[in-house]
């Protein structure tokens, strides 16, 4: 028997962002919360042009990677696996903590208040995750991969040193506050040797939506990366239909 549930994404969302009664808060973020960011993140993606497939199974550890020098740590898996175009593979690690975690504090609907918040919590995640020598719950975005099961090894080789990672955050961060899409760099392991590597950090549920010019893009640009933070804005309010006075708009990213 199949057990159907409805539930109000507006709702969902204003429950998420406001910091009241931890317990059921959690449950609901634990149930839905990957699922709404994952959602989020493909149409993202899809309003960049990408044709988006999520994939079965998540991405793992590649183990051979570690030795005497960078011994293997405990964190092994990551959430899903996307595919972009039918050729470029994403590794995804959710996080859906809400206002209501151990840390958490409500989110302000005042755009420059919420955009205070975001750059707040970039400084946090920098601190606390990114720029450390140890593995966390989040960095290990930045662990090396074994590519998806599905692909030969030659497939592998073509694909694997294409790999885009994004650790996508529920609560709003971001390096410049307003766009969604920031990157970071940290350290991976190969061939038992530190080796630089980047992920993006992806935050697409409440960022204020400023109003953005309209002009033309420069060749190989990407669209809402923090170094555009304009066009990161635009594409905010394009992609999840966001103003700090119509929050419950939100739910038009599913």
Known sequence: MR???????????????????????????????????????????????????????????????FGTSCPRPKERDLDAWLLLDGSQFVAVECKHRTASSFDGSTVPDDPEQLAAYARRRWTTL???????????DHNKVYLPLRPPASLSPAAAARAMPELRRVLAIWRPVSRDGVSFMSEATSTSVSNDQLTPVTAEVFFGISLPAVPAQPRRNP???????????AEGS?????????????????????
């Open 3 to 65: 057990l159907m549930v409805a539930y109000s994404i507006s709702a969902l969302i204003r429950r998420f962002d406001t910091h009241t009664d931890t317990a059921v808060t959690g449950t609901l973020g634990k149930f839905l919360g990957e699922a709404i960011l994952l959602e989020a993140l493909s149409h993202s993606f899809a309003a960049d042009g990408h044709a988006v497939t999520m994939l079965p199974g998540q991405p793992t550890r590649d183990d051979t990677a």
């Open 126 to 136: 920098k601190a606390d995750h990114i720029d450390t020598d140890d593995w966390t």
């Open 234 to 254: 635009r594409r905010t309010h394009r992609i999840l239909t966001v103003r700090h006075a119509e929050r419950p708009a939100r739910q038009d990213f599913l």
């Open 219 to 229: 060749p190989g640009h990407k669209p809402g990366r923090d170094r555009e933070p």
